[in-house]
Nanobody
């Protein structure tokens, strides 16, 4: 059974950085496309970034140049490095693989 467990969220000031992690069990992260999505209060899910089995990455325009998705195949972990955070980045962040989703980690950007 595939399980995804996110961590690394927290409260950060505007302009700050966080690195989210998604520990994966039950399937090699390098063998499947994976993505980060987020959900802000009262809003629908928003796709953030994806990484494909080939290593190609894609990011939403809202985070391009600030967020970087990566993975560590040896550790079986997916990452999202978030820099230059803005208040509008506040959301619960989820990692997803196919139809599987973790429990999410809260990111709050506020002064």
């Amino acid at each position: 059974e595939v399980q995804l467990v996110e961590s690394g969220g927290g409260l950060v000031q505007p302009g700050g950085s966080l690195r989210l992690s998604c520990a994966v069990s039950g399937f090699p992260v390098g063998y499947s496309a994976m993505r980060w999505v987020r959900q802000a209060p009262g809003k629908e899910d928003e796709w953030v970034s994806s990484i494909y089995s080939s290593g190609v990455t894609r990011s939403a325009d809202a985070v391009k140049g600030r967020f970087t998705i990566s993975r560590d195949n040896a550790k079986n972990v997916l990452y999202l490095q978030m820099n230059s955070l803005k208040p509008e980045d506040t959301a619960v962040y989820y990692c997803e693989m196919s139809d599987k989703r973790g429990q999410g980690t809260q990111v709050t950007v506020s002064s």
